[in-house]
């Protein structure tokens, strides 16, 4: 399987505090995608990171990859109870061309 | 303008039914995709459509499953004789382009539930 694991797959936080997640894949990608799921609703685009690239920044969101060690981290900085969800990373592979692959993801508490 | 919708929001139904599930995505966006969460898990791929055409169907379990997309807009995901496992929320996304180098918008999706 090429699906991407998430680690841990429980984290519980301060809110202030800062949250990383972890994932790792199997095969070569073309890029990976971190996405954010609130129970019980859809899941929303974090950051695309593509296969030549090593960090980005989105706002409190810092997502690096390492694609030697086929893993990548996402870093919410400063957290905030709002930020209380599931976090999924998603590979695109390129022996795959536009399957998208999610792992399981981390389920993430800000206590306030 | 709006984003991706789902109808239903949720689908009860009984053993061995027929069901429907609808996706309209956002205007413009040529690709779809269908997904199927269960608790607990990441959306599973099943079906990819690139147009009209399903470009990459390789997700779908088995062929009581299957999916149209006649306009190259509006997407319907079928199931024939449903089966309790079946049950899981059905997720629809699109994207602009191939979705394997931009970002997919994700509806809220289909709660199935098989009775």
């Known amino acids: 399987s090429q699906q991407g694991e998430e680690d841990p797959q429980a984290l519980s936080i301060q809110e202030g505090e800062n949250a990383t997640m972890n994932c790792s894949y199997k095969t070569s990608i073309n890029n990976l995608q971190w996405y954010r799921q609130n129970s019980g609703r859809g899941l929303v685009h974090l950051i695309l990171i593509r296969s030549n690239e090593r960090e980005k920044h989105s706002g409190r969101l810092r997502v690096t990859l390492d694609t030697s060690k086929k893993s990548s981290s996402l870093l919410i900085t400063a957290s905030r109870a709002a930020d209380t969800a599931s976090y999924f990373c998603?590979?695109?592979?390129?022996?795959?061309?536009?399957?998208?692959?999610f792992g399981t993801g981390t389920s993430l508490t800000v206590i306030p | 303008g709006a984003g991706v919708s789902q109808t239903p929001s949720n689908k009860v139904t009984e053993k061995g039914k027929y069901v429907e599930l609808r996706c309209d995505p956002i205007s413009g966006h040529t690709a779809l995709y269908w997904y199927r969460q269960s608790l607990g898990q990441g959306p599973e791929f099943l079906i990819y459509?690139?147009?009209?055409?399903?470009?990459?169907d390789s997700g779908l379990p088995n062929d009581r499953f299957f999916a149209v997309r006649p306009e190259g807009s509006v997407s319907t995901l079928k199931i024939q004789r449903t089966e309790r496992g079946d049950s899981a929320v059905y997720l629809c996304a699109s994207s602009f382009s191939l979705a394997g180098f931009n970002e997919q918008f994700f509806g809220p999706g289909t709660r199935l539930t098989v009775l």
């Open positions: 998603a590979t695109s592979h390129s022996n795959t061309g536009n399957q998208f692959y």
């Open positions: 459509f690139q147009g009209t055409g399903a470009a990459d």
